[in-house]
T-cell receptor, first 116, second 115 residues
Framework: DTGVSQDPRHKITKRGQNVTFRCDPISEHNRLYWYRQTLGQGPEFLTY????????KSRLLSDRFSAERPKGSFSTLEIQRTEQGDSAMYLCASSLGDRGTKNIQYFGAGTRLSVL | KQEVTQIPAALSVPEGENLVLNCSFTDSAIYNLQWFRQDPGKGLTSLLL?????REQTSGRLNASLDKSSGRSTLYIAASQPGDSATYLCAPLSGGSSNTGKLIFGQGTTLQVKP
């Protein structure tokens, strides 16, 4: 296993379309996180999962956004009716657990979304 | 609400210099703090993680310190190299002893090391 994998790397869509991103975490990592990063800013937390349970969602995650991790392995992030303000890099991270060094978050390369 | 500030926002140094990047955070009830590196258009690479009970952590030419009570962390880079050019981000993990899993990031320090 080479790390956190995200697909696609780039997505260009027209305003109003729906898009879905996928994240495959490192094997055995039970925690999975989604962040969003706009140009010149640090990443902002969106949501995270412990196995298949979604434990926290940011207020940034409007009702147009939904995230799932159905079997506690890969996760999907869907954005419905995309808006130009959704253009950003969407980053996924995973960690082994919540104690000590198990809490280190490893990031994927991200999916860059451009909404025209 | 946790807020993270990184100073300076940008830094340009000649190769070989030692340098210090600063990170301050408003809520000292953190579980740990991570320093990351980000190359342009890429994801984040974890550099160091400091537990709330630790004061320092070292990896190669990197040394990170943590003063939780004053809400400060520093990343020291020794003998800088052009390959160190990147954006450096600090991220405390909020929640104190109840780990929420949420990293709060600063805006980063963009470092350029000139040959």
């Amino acid at each position: 296993d080479t790390g956190v994998s995200q697909d696609p790397r780039h997505k260009i869509t027209k305003r109003g379309q729906n898009v879905t991103f996928r994240c495959d975490p490192i094997s055995e990592h039970n925690r999975l996180y989604w962040y969003r990063q706009t140009l010149g800013q640090g990443p902002e937390f969106l949501t995270y999962f412990q196995n298949e349970a979604q434990l926290e969602k940011s207020r940034l995650l409007s009702d147009r956004f939904s995230a799932e991790r159905p079997k506690g392995s890969f996760s999907t992030l869907e954005i419905q009716r995309t808006e130009q303000g959704d253009s950003a890099m969407y980053l996924c991270a995973s960690s082994l657990g919540d104690r000590g060094t198990k809490n280190i978050q490893y990031f994927g390369a991200g999916t860059r979304l451009s909404v025209l | 609400k946790q807020e993270v500030t990184q100073i300076p926002a940008a830094l340009s140094v000649p190769e070989g210099e030692n340098l210090v990047l600063n990170c301050s955070f408003t809520d000292s009830a953190i579980y740990n703090l991570q320093w990351f590196r980000q190359d342009p258009g890429k994801g984040l690479t974890s550099l160091l993680l400091i537990q709330s009970s630790q004061r320092e952590q070292t990896s190669g030419r990197l040394n990170a310190s943590l003063d939780k009570s004053s809400g400060r962390s520093t990343l020291y880079i020794a003998a800088s190299q052009p390959g160190d050019s990147a954006t450096y981000l600090c991220a405390p993990l909020s929640g104190g002893s109840s780990n929420t899993g949420k990293l709060i990031f600063g805006q980063g320090t963009t470092l350029q090391v000139k040959p």
